[in-house]
Structure formats: structure tokens, C-alpha cells
């Protein structure tokens, strides 16, 4: 890939990576102006979506090239189906385990993000499925689709790729306050952008993500309650 053309993207990375960093104010700007939970947490989601129409518009009129690095390739249903069901037993059996460990040497603390969700949820099952499918469409085609794809394109390096962009991915959850779920972010990371180079296909990696936030505050609420 030419330089011109790598530092362009590089550019892109660091101001997608920021816009995400971005959305800890939301909490802060909440708890400060006292706005409504259901209110705040729905601004981050449509805050979530113009950061990926700003990621088509600086991949098209920026940097100037393909925003997916990788063809797409297309499965049938069982395809599908198979390894959804292995993506989620895997993250299932190793969340478990790591808060076991984590209730051993790790001091229990819920961030005020966390809070504020888990307490929007319990009132609105709609912004819950809404923040999933939010998260699971632009996140993956952010990070797996443009970010992974173009490091990969620019270091020639799958390690480093998955590595730097996983990282990035992590980062973007810190507000969480949670070493646990920042420890699990990053192990998602590691497997979507497994399957993503493996498989080349982003829909599947956005169907586990979806199903897992659903399922892992779906799980958060009913310990908390």
C-alpha cells in the first residue's frame, strides 16, 4: 500500500478510535446535567452511528479507498448457525472462569457507565436490544471491517493487526471501570478478529456481538436484581 495512502489511513484510525473514546463524556455530561437514563443512553447509540457514517466518509473522501480490505464471503445457514453457537459457548465457559477468578483477587466495582446502563435496561428492554444491535453492527464494522482489515493491508502482519486492533477495542470500553469486562472485551477482540480474517465475513462476527451483549446484561440484570 502506498505511504501517502497508509498515513491517511493511520489518521482515520486515530480519529475513529478517539470519537469512541468520546463517548465516556455521555456518563459524565449525564450525572452533571441530570438528563434522563433512557435519553442519554439512546445519544450514545446515535452517536455510535455518526461515527460510522464518519468512518465511510473519511475511508471515501479522505484516504480515498475501499473501506472493507477484505471480500466478503457468503455461507449457508448452518455455517451460520455452527459457529455462532461455538463463538458463544467459548466467551460463555471463559467469562465464567475469569469471574470466578476475579471474585478471588479482584475488588467488586460496577463504573458509573456500567450503573447507568444496567439501570436503563431494567426500565427499557427496547434500548437494550437497541444498544446491542447498535453496538454489534458499528463496532464490528469498524473495528473488524475498516480498522483490522486496513492494518493488516498496511503491516502485512496478522498478529500485529489483530493485536493493535483488539487493543483499540479494549480502550474504547475503559469507561466501563471494570477490569473484568475489559479483560473480556479484550478476549472478544482476539476471537472476532480471529473468525473475521479466517472466515472473511463481517455478518457473523456482528450476530455474535449482538447476541452477547444481549445475553451478557441479561445476565448483569438479573444479578443485580
Do not use: C
Amino acid at each position: 500500500m502506498k505511504s501517502n495512502i497508509s498515513n491517511k489511513i493511520l489518521i482515520n484510525i486515530v480519529i475513529l478510535v478517539s470519537l469512541f473514546l468520546g463517548i465516556s463524556y455521555f456518563t459524565r455530561i449525564h450525572y452533571i446535567l441530570k438528563i434522563n437514563d433512557n435519553v442519554i443512553v439512546f445519544i450514545q447509540s446515535l452517536y455510535k452511528w455518526l461515527i460510522l457514517l464518519i468512518a465511510f466518509f473519511l475511508s471515501k473522501y479522505f484516504s480515498k479507498d475501499n473501506y472493507f480490505s477484505l471480500k466478503e464471503k457468503n455461507y449457508n445457514l448452518f455455517f451460520y448457525i455452527k459457529n455462532i453457537f461455538l463463538f458463544l459457548i467459548i466467551l460463555i465457559i471463559l467469562n465464567a472462569l475469569l469471574g470466578k477468578i476475579s471474585l478471588l483477587i479482584l475488588p467488586d466495582h460496577t463504573s458509573e457507565k456500567l450503573s447507568l446502563l444496567i439501570n436503563t435496561f431494567k426500565k427499557s428492554k427496547f434500548l437494550l436490544l437497541f444498544t446491542a444491535i447498535t453496538a454489534g453492527i458499528v463496532e464490528e464494522i469498524i473495528f473488524r471491517g475498516y480498522i483490522l482489515g486496513k492494518l493488516l493491508s498496511i503491516t502485512k502482519s496478522k498478529s500485529m493487526s489483530i493485536l493493535i486492533s483488539t487493543f483499540s477495542f479494549s480502550i474504547i470500553h475503559i469507561s466501563y471501570g471494570n477490569i473484568l469486562s475489559i479483560i473480556t472485551t479484550f478476549i472478544f477482540g482476539l476471537m472476532a478478529s480471529f473468525y473475521y480474517l479466517k472466515f472473511s465475513n463481517i455478518k457473523i462476527i456482528i450476530l455474535v456481538h449482538i447476541l452477547w451483549d444481549i445475553i451478557a446484561f441479561s445476565i448483569a440484570l438479573n444479578i443485580k436484581n
